[in-house]
């Protein structure tokens, strides 16, 4: 940080090496809830974009069963 405090080198992408995806299908395989690790693959998926869809999915349904118009994002 202190050599780039905007970490202007950096994009946000987050990979994944595996080993959180193995832990999770195996806490789901004992039936072991995993919430924080759990989160944070989604995130990692979130952060590569593999999130768009499902993001569309949700907004579909809020609109269709709540009328909620999507927002623009403010700063």
Do not use: C
Request: charged fraction near 30%.
């Amino acid at each position: 940080m202190l050599k780039s405090p905007q970490l202007e080198q950096f994009k946000g992408r987050v990979s994944d090496s595996g080993e959180g995806r193995w832990t999770i299908a195996a806490a789901i395989d004992e039936g072991v809830p995993a919430h924080v690790l759990t989160s944070a693959l989604f995130e990692r998926f979130s952060s590569r974009g593999e999130a768009d869809f499902g993001n569309k999915v949700m907004s579909a349904m809020r609109y269709e069963f709540g009328g909620h118009d999507e927002q623009e994002a403010t700063k």
